[in-house]
């Protein structure tokens, strides 16, 4: 019994800057692949602290899987997004952290994604 289920990822193309300011790239294809997604801990909201000149943070969430997806920031990636109807905040999750792991018994990755607002949709 597996506790992962299929989830949606929205990918983009790689972004890049013209004239000093950055575009994202265009939507690509969707995709489906098998997370589990949980609510985010209070340590994880801990390290995503909203500054004033920043994003504000009203929800995100963990996704277990062994997929490799883009994480905002790295490479020039927009980042993919995750869509979940469920829980109490239903909507597009921007991936904004990883970590790896990859032991020998079960290897995965573990993405910490935060909630989009309405207008980033």
Do not use: C
């Amino acid at each position: 019994m597996s506790f992962r289920k299929p989830h949606v990822i929205r990918t983009r193309a790689v972004g890049q800057y013209v004239r000093g300011r950055w575009e994202e790239g265009a939507p690509g294809s969707d995709l489906t692949i098998q997370a589990s997604v949980q609510p985010a801990k209070t340590g994880d909201y801990d390290l995503l602290q909203a500054h004033p000149e920043g994003r504000r943070v009203h929800s995100a969430v963990r996704i277990y899987t062994s997929a490799q997806l883009n994480v905002a920031g790295q490479d020039w990636r927009n980042g993919d997004r995750l869509v979940w109807g469920a829980g109490p905040l239903a909507g597009e999750y921007l991936l904004v952290g990883v970590a790896p792991w990859q032991s020998g018994v079960i290897p995965h990755f573990r993405y910490l994604a935060v909630l989009l607002a309405a207008a980033e949709q």
